[in-house]
C-alpha cells in the first residue's frame, strides 16, 4: 500500500492505493475514512488496483469549511481523483452516503465510471410521502443542533443495525469522533436533499447496480436501493450481512463485491487477463 495527498479545489485530499489490475475506487460514507475499507481493499488488491480516501474534510484530509457541502462537490472530489490516480476512469464501490456520492458521480460525470455498484444509499426522498423514514435526516439535524456532535451521533447510530455487535479498528473510531461536526454540521444537508437524476442514471453509458445486505431487510437505509433500481430499470444485488459488513467481516463482503466487480469489467463474457494465463498453464 502506498499512500499520499491529492489536490483539489481548495483542498488536499489523503488517498490509499492497493494492488494492481483494473482500477477499483471505494467511497466511503458517514466520517469519510479510508479506513472503513482497509480490510477489503487489502482482500481485492490480488485482482484490482484499490483506491481509497478521506473526504474533504474528514480525517487527514483538508478542506473542512464549517458551512454546508454540496453534494456536487463531494463528485468532483471524485472525478478528480479517477483522473488523477486511474488513468480517468475506475470501476466505483459506494456504502451508505458514499453510495449517494457514487451515483451523484455517475449521473454528473460518466466519463470517469466504468461501473457502479451503490450499497444502501439512504436517499429518503424515493420513498413515498407518508413513510416516517422520510424524516430521518431531519430528527439527527434537530439532534445536532441541540446536543452537538455526540449525541447526533449516538442518534444516528442507534438507527443502524448492528452497530455495538463488533469493534471498530481503534485507529477509525478515533478520527470518526473528529469528524462528527464535519459530518452533522456540513455533510448531512447535503445528504438530506439528495434526489437521484433518474434519466441520467437511466442513460449511464456502463453497468450499474444497486445493493443492500441481507440482515438490513427494511431498513430506511437499506429500501431505497431497491426503489431506486426499479425506477432506473438496473439491477438489484442483495450483500452479505448488515450495513457496515466490511468492518464486521470483511472478507465475505470482499467475497461478494469481487464477483460483482469482475463481472462489471469483463462485462460478464471474457475472462480477465490473470486468469487467461491461469489456464493456459495448467
Known amino acids: 500500500m502506498h499512500s499520499g495527498m491529492f489536490e483539489v479545489d481548495q483542498a488536499e485530499l489523503y488517498y490509499e492505493i492497493r494492488g494492481s489490475g483494473p482500477a477499483l475506487l471505494l467511497i466511503s460514507g458517514?466520517?469519510?475514512?479510508?479506513g472503513y475499507y482497509?480490510?477489503?481493499?487489502?482482500?481485492l488488491a490480488d485482482a484490482f488496483t484499490?483506491?481509497?480516501?478521506?473526504?474533504?474534510g474528514n480525517s487527514r484530509s483538508t478542506g473542512r469549511s464549517g458551512t454546508p457541502m454540496r453534494l456536487a462537490q463531494q463528485a468532483a472530489d471524485a472525478r478528480r481523483l479517477l483522473q488523477g490516480l486511474a488513468d480517468g476512469r475506475a470501476l466505483v464501490f459506494g456504502n451508505s452516503g458514499g453510495a449517494i456520492i457514487g451515483l451523484a458521480l455517475a449521473a454528473s460525470y460518466?466519463?470517469?465510471?466504468?461501473?457502479?455498484i451503490a450499497h444502501e444509499p439512504p436517499a429518503v426522498n424515493?420513498?413515498?410521502?407518508?413513510?416516517p423514514a422520510r424524516g430521518f435526516f431531519a430528527e439527527v439535524a434537530a439532534c445536532y443542533a441541540e446536543g452537538g456532535g455526540g449525541a447526533a451521533g449516538r442518534r444516528f447510530a442507534r438507527t443502524v443495525r448492528g452497530?455495538?455487535?463488533?469493534?471498530w479498528p481503534d485507529d477509525l473510531w478515533r478520527r470518526f469522533l473528529t469528524n462528527q461536526d464535519h459530518l452533522f454540521g456540513s455533510e448531512w444537508p447535503g445528504f438530506a436533499a439528495f434526489r437521484p437524476d433518474e434519466a441520467a442514471l437511466r442513460a449511464a453509458p456502463f453497468p450499474l447496480v444497486l445493493g443492500a445486505g441481507a440482515e438490513d431487510r427494511g431498513a430506511y437505509y437499506a429500501r431505497p436501493s431497491v426503489e431506486i433500481a426499479r425506477?432506473?430499470?438496473?439491477?438489484?444485488a442483495e450483500f452479505p450481512g448488515i450495513h457496515m459488513e466490511f468492518l464486521r467481516n470483511p472478507v465475505a463482503?470482499?467475497?461478494?463485491?469481487?464477483?460483482l466487480a469482475t463481472l462489471m469489467h469483463t462485462g460478464g463474457s471474457r475472462v480477465p487477463g490473470m486468469w487467461e494465463g491461469s489456464a493456459r498453464a495448467r
Open 231 to 236: 425506477r432506473i430499470g438496473v439491477p438489484w
Open 50 to 56: 484499490v483506491i481509497t480516501y478521506d473526504r474533504r
Open 163 to 167: 452497530e455495538g455487535t463488533y469493534r
Open 38 to 43: 482497509s480490510a477489503i481493499a487489502g482482500e
Open 126 to 131: 424515493v420513498l413515498p410521502d407518508d413513510d
Open 110 to 116: 460518466p466519463e470517469v465510471v466504468s461501473g457502479l
Open 253 to 259: 463482503f470482499a467475497a461478494a463485491l469481487r464477483a
Open 30 to 34: 458517514a466520517g469519510g475514512d479510508a
